[in-house]
């Protein structure tokens, strides 16, 4: 009764937040007081609820040094024209007339190189979102293809904190989890572009004006060379070299290129790393601005207190009633089903990716326990369904960003098909396997 009043005060706490429009930093931290009491109910010493904290929030080092890695990295890939160049010369060799579907690759490629949904919503996807209203396309099919394409990357990138959440959580390796990931995805992607690709075309002129973008040419120079940090992300990742190390090395590149190119002093260059980029001019500050140390500071202190929720889960038995209703689900059809059945409830619940994938793990974990299984499972549903809920950050942050109607979410191709196409896959391995033991 108390594990259910518990979870009940939780799921209250984040109701109100969401409609009175509070931070979710303060519905974490409220949950955070109502488990500490739960776990005082039952006992536990403030000594020992200190030490359940402390192991969740070691579960999750790895992704905060990375996640400051990474808001540098982005900064320096603002700065130094990589992002700019990427942007500049991809627009220029677009059709017009499947732009959605054009919009959906490039989000998927800018989200690929830099793990982030947010940080490439914040950047191609504003550019697409531009682009795509000049060329009178409604901003639902273009926020839905936007929204499909960030997520690319989240779920699969090398510098995807979600990917590096995941590993950290079943102890798989991340370069197998992406290879894995690759291989279970690449039909619902190739769907989701023919999908894009006809339901969207639109007749206009054949070829995307490098005019809407020439605020980078202006302002940045675009010399080859600016690409080099993407490239050693790609090519350090290819040879399966540890991320930190991955990550560091852009970043050096990174620095080498602002200093050199785009002529920026050591001061500049400091306060580019801790505060992130941002442009003199309006326009591209409009555009572009964004990354530093900094930035990630909501989003690092929304992992922690996830995570320290997590030391409570394991240590309290609070999940122990959800876990034997989905190992009875596991049973009538089969594991990934009841991940995702589970990923679903947990991202409704948490209104963050991050606690929601932390929460099916813990879940599930009974259910698959190969770490490099239940690694894909989660990535492949818990992952995307975060981005399906209407009030779950990954939802609104991207879609109030490139100012897309909430309905956008029904367009959201990828995010649909990832889940159902390894559902039918499961059940048609459910079955065979069924048929075989009764044979």
């Known amino acids: 009764m108390a594990e259910m009043i518990t979870l009940l005060v939780f799921i209250l706490i984040l109701c109100t937040c969401i409609l009175k429009d509070f931070s979710i930093l303060l519905a974490l931290f409220l949950g955070l007081i109502c488990f500490i009491a739960y776990s005082l109910y039952k006992k536990y010493t403030f000594i020992q609820i200190g030490k359940m904290l402390l192991s969740g929030l070691m579960e999750a080092k790895t992704i905060l040094v990375v996640f400051s890695l990474i808001g540098m990295l982005t900064a320096l890939w603002r700065a130094g024209g990589t992002i700019p160049f ?164 852009s970043i050096i590149s990174g620095i080498v290129i602002c200093m050199y190119f785009q002529g920026m002093s050591l001061s500049e260059l400091f306060s580019c790393l801790i505060y992130g980029y941002h442009a003199e001019n309006g326009q591209l500050a409009r555009l572009i601005d964004g990354g530093g140390l900094v930035s990630m500071g909501n989003t690092m202190a929304i992992i922690a207190i996830s995570s320290s929720y997590f030391g409570i889960f394991r240590n309290t038995k609070l999940l122990d009633g959800i876990k034997q209703w989905s190992n009875m689900i596991a049973r009538r059809s089969s594991n990934f089903a009841a991940v995702l059945v589970v990923s679903i409830i947990t991202a409704a619940l948490s209104c963050n990716q991050t606690l929601a994938t932390m929460l099916t793990y813990e879940i599930t974990n009974n259910i698959v326990p190969d770490g490099k299984q239940l690694a894909i499972y989660l990535e492949n549903t818990v992952i995307l369904v975060s981005a399906l809920i209407p009030w779950s950050i990954a939802a609104v942050f991207p879609l109030s960003t490139v100012g897309a109607p909430t309905s956008s979410i029904i367009y959201a191709v990828y995010l649909y098909a990832v889940p159902l196409w390894n559902l039918f896959i499961s059940f048609m391995d459910y079955h065979r396997y069924k048929r075989a033991m009764e044979a």
């Open 86 to 249: 990427i942007i500049y010369h991809t627009l220029s060799l677009i059709d017009s007339r499947f732009f959605v579907m054009f919009a959906f690759l490039l989000c998927s490629l800018v989200s690929s190189l830099t793990g982030t949904a947010f940080g490439t919503v914040s950047t191609m996807g504003i550019i697409c979102m531009i682009t795509g209203r000049a060329l009178g396309i409604p901003a639902f099919h273009l926020g839905g293809a936007i929204l499909s394409g960030v997520f690319v990357g989240d779920r699969c990138s090398p510098m995807s904190s979600s990917a590096l959440l995941v590993s950290e959580l079943t102890g798989s390796d991340i370069y197998t989890n992406i290879k894995n990931m690759v291989k279970t995805s690449y039909i619902p992607f190739i769907f989701t572009a023919a999908f894009y690709a006809a339901s969207s075309y639109v007749a206009t002129s054949s070829s995307v004006s490098t005019d809407r973008v020439a605020i980078f040419a202006e302002n940045f120079n675009l010399n080859p060379w600016v690409i080099l940090p993407a490239l050693v992300i790609v090519a350090l990742a290819i040879c399966k070299y540890n991320i930190k190390v991955t990550i560091i090395w």
